[in-house]
């Protein structure tokens, strides 16, 4: 009888960074996750991570403090076209920062009407290409870390798969002891930033 692994080990011995999570019972979810580094310990945290897919870790100073942060991106559900994630900050104490969610920072700013698209009352997009535009929260919510900052996106169409309108790109801002939105802006496919650098991980399943 073969033996389940019933924890994976995410390292980065750069920063000795370790990150444990237990295994579901079918092997196809993570969770309860454990970060260690020198630092101290952080956890156990309750997020889930499709087995699938490898977290995408990033160790820098996203809030201007002079101390790195970690930032653990959980990729819940993933497919063809489709990448569904969250956003957690562990900040040098080893307690998490509330990461203000995208889909509630496009509900509460931006404004869908017709084909335009508006930040408050300023018209931020308009397309004659589409049918009536709204945000894809089922099929494309991710985040990553570029240039020190902690960037969220989601993609836009008219319902149609093949009628993508771009996305809506959060950038964030650490304010009274949160990340909450600092920018929206659209931008188009080919304007996409490349997902920074997150850290080279060794993986070990015990």
Known sequence: MVEVSKTIEFINEDHDIHITGKLSEHGDKISDFIIRN???EAGPFQWNQSSLRDPIIYYEDINQDNQNEI???NIFDHGT????SEAHVIAINST???VEPIQEIITENIRFSGKQVYLEDRLIYETSKYGDLKAYYDDWINYKVVNGKL???V?????RTEQYAGYLEVEYA????KYVVKEVRHIEDD?????GLPLPLTIRKN
Do not use: A, K, S, W
Request: no cysteine.
């Open 151 to 153: 960037i969220g996106g």
């Open 81 to 84: 076209g489709i990448i569904l």
């Open 96 to 98: 998490e920062v509330i």
């Open 38 to 40: 020198n630092e101290g």
């Open 191 to 195: 304007e996409m930033q490349t997902e």
């Open 155 to 159: 993609r836009i169409g008219d319902g």
């Open 174 to 177: 650490f304010y009274e002891g």
């Open 71 to 73: 930032v653990f991106i």
